[in-house]
């Protein structure tokens, strides 16, 4: 079903013709750059405690070739899906790269998803190839891949970055792609076919896949390029993982359309990643909240050296006015904040021109590539805001269901237009607020699924209901409570409960950080939860 989803023929074309999309993705970028500038730094690559890794144009054009020729020696072609669940490694972009080079859908999975959800997208998926690590930060994801792979009919091959195990039929990453002969066959690159599928929670939490296209990738990224005048002098450090939407943009696809370099390290820790910034001269800075409030303390507290950044952007919920003015007195820079979400590649985020200050009060206006309206029966107040909606060239072609044949493509409906859930007001320099989530919506880098965790505590035989909901974490975004009504014998608590999802092999972001027992969950006449009055007395209780 993924394989055929394509974008709009209409919206292509009208597209095309006002410049927002191209008739050629980002393959035709990196072989234009290897040819004008081979010996450039594209990618500046950091594994932690172990070597730096610096990839000229020359060289990362030839790896992705090696590992196009590494699918296709795998059986990997058109319409095909691969996953990829590693940190943040140069291998990322280069197999990224290779799948559009053979027509293959690729699936980025952050590290810190867990078996029993990566499992249910491989399903999904129909996932042919599934390229992993043997371990990560305590966790055996080449074990967990292993037990679970007798159930996946069309897993063809498990791929492994570090130690596989020929005994259970795993392929060591190094033998089959790094040494792998150069692909041989034509150059696919239509940029209007699916070619990425993420996943999100969704506004609701119930979990779901996004489908993008090279162009509607580009078209989010493209207006910052042009506004934000950036180009092969700039180097790119993003805090995300390269497999999650932000490190996406700003890790792999802004450097490779700018012709700049990717300055990446395979795990977070702000101490060395402030002294990688000085050594690389790093120029663009973009990541949650949460990572740059620890990268400002570390750089404000430890003689890192001087750094080159021009460019500083972070978005969540909410922006705290403190990290505002941190990022002007230790960087001497105004914090961008931003707007974006995995359906939307393109967002908004706050301009030049606008007051230092600025983010403190807004989370910008949007690019060519994408449309914000704000919804409401009511005049739209910071009291009452309007409900978020996007559309635009930037906006992903199609969603679909985790756990269903359910699918979306979203030119069919109300004109293209997309429902966020998120809600805004409007800022007063053509942009938004953001001032809270609908209904169900938890989380800040990360979107939890709330329904889908509800559903999981439901099974537990001592609790009789459930709801989550969202208290602020500190740092722009938020955490889940769990409401429990348990049962007469149980004894239900924090600890009890993460055992029991850590059973399950729930992803522990996933997992709720504060449990209230409570003798029956508020629901109004038709029987639904009234989560609005457990938020407001969580808050009440702060």
């Known amino acids: 079903m993924i394989a055929r989803i394509r974008a709009n023929e209409e919206l292509s074309r009208r597209y095309r013709a006002s410049g927002i999309w191209r008739r050629h993705g980002p393959l035709a970028d990196l072989r234009k750059w290897r040819a004008e500038t081979p010996h450039a730094a594209a990618i500046i690559a950091e594994e932690a405690g172990v070597s730096r890794v610096c990839l000229t144009y020359a060289e990362y054009e030839r790896m992705v070739e090696r590992f196009a020729g590494a699918l296709t020696d795998l059986g990997i072609g058109r319409g095909d899906v691969v996953l990829i669940q590693l940190p943040s490694r140069w291998q990322v972009p280069a197999l990224m790269l290779a799948c559009l080079r053979v027509g293959a859908i690729v699936a980025p999975v952050i590290p810190t998803i867990r078996p029993r959800e990566v499992e249910r997208m491989l399903r999904r998926l129909e996932v042919r190839v599934c390229v992993t690590i043997d371990c990560w930060e305590?966790?055996?994801?080449?074990?967990?891949?292993?037990?679970?792979?007798?159930?996946?009919?069309?897993?063809?091959?498990?791929v492994i970055l570090g130690h596989a195990r020929d005994d259970r039929g795993e392929l060591s990453f190094d033998e089959v792609f790094e040494r792998s002969a150069t692909c041989a066959d034509e150059l696919d690159d239509d940029p209007d076919r699916a070619a990425m599928v993420l996943f999100t929670s969704g506004t609701t939490g119930a979990p779901k896949g996004v489908v993008h296209t090279a162009n509607t990738l580009y078209a989010g990224i493209a207006p910052v390029i042009d506004a934000e005048q950036l180009g092969q002098h700039d180097r790119f450090f993003t805090a995300a993982a390269l497999t999650h939407i932000v490190g996406a943009i700003y890790g792999y696809l802004l450097p490779l359309l700018t012709g700049g370099t990717a300055v990446i390290r395979d795990a977070w820790d702000p101490v060395n990643a402030a002294i990688l910034l000085a050594e690389t001269q790093a120029t663009v800075y973009s990541g949650a909240p949460v990572f740059l409030r620890q990268l400002l303390s570390a750089i404000d507290t430890d003689s890192s050296g001087p750094l080159a950044l021009r460019l500083v952007v972070s978005g969540a919920t909410t922006i705290p006015r403190r990290l505002v003015d941190q990022t002007h007195r230790i960087l001497g820079l105004p914090l961008r904040t931003a707007w974006g979400m995995t359906e939307a590649a393109g967002h908004t985020w706050t301009r030049r021109d606008d007051p230092v200050d600025w983010g403190a009060?807004?989370?910008?206006?949007?690019?060519?590539?994408?449309?914000?309206?704000?919804?409401?029966?009511?005049?739209?107040?910071?009291?009452?805001?309007?409900?978020?909606?996007?559309?635009?060239?930037?906006?992903?072609?199609?969603?679909?269901?985790?756990?269903?044949?359910?699918?979306?493509?979203?030119?069919?409906?109300?004109?293209?237009?997309?429902?966020?859930?998120?809600?805004?007001?409007?800022?007063?320099?053509?942009?938004?607020?953001?001032?809270?989530?609908?209904?169900?919506?938890?989380?800040?880098?990360?979107?939890?699924?709330?329904?889908?965790?509800?559903?999981?505590?439901?099974?537990?035989?001592?609790?009789?209901?459930?709801?989550?909901?969202?208290?602020?974490?500190?740092?722009?975004?938020?955490?889940?409570c769990a409401y429990v009504v348990a049962t007469p014998t149980a004894t239900v608590d924090l600890p009890m409960i993460r055992a029991y999802l850590n059973g399950i092999a729930m992803t522990g972001w996933y997992q709720p950080s504060r449990v209230e027992v409570i003798g029956q969950l508020p629901r109004n006449g038709s029987g639904k939860v009234q989560k609005d009055v457990l938020r407001a007395r969580l808050l009440d209780s702060q």
Do not use: K
Not at 361 to 390: C, H, K, N
Not at 419 to 443: E, K, N, P, Y
Not at 452 to 464: S, T
């Open 361 to 480: 009060y807004s989370d910008g206006s949007p690019g060519a590539g994408v449309e914000i309206d704000l919804r409401s029966q009511l005049e739209i107040t910071r009291e009452q805001p309007g409900r978020l909606f996007v559309r635009g060239a930037g906006v992903c072609v199609a969603t679909f269901g985790l756990d269903s044949d359910e699918s979306r493509i979203l030119a069919d409906h109300d004109d293209g237009w997309y429902d966020t859930g998120d809600l805004a007001v409007h800022d007063g320099r053509g942009g938004i607020r953001l001032m809270g989530r609908v209904t169900d919506r938890i989380g800040g880098t990360f979107m939890i699924p709330v329904t889908d965790v509800e559903a999981a505590l439901l099974n537990h035989p001592g609790i009789a209901d459930v709801a989550l909901v969202g208290y602020p974490d500190g740092d722009g975004g938020e955490l889940a």
């Open 138 to 158: 305590g966790f055996a994801h080449a074990d967990a891949l292993a037990e679970m792979s007798d159930r996946l009919p069309h897993l063809q091959h498990r």
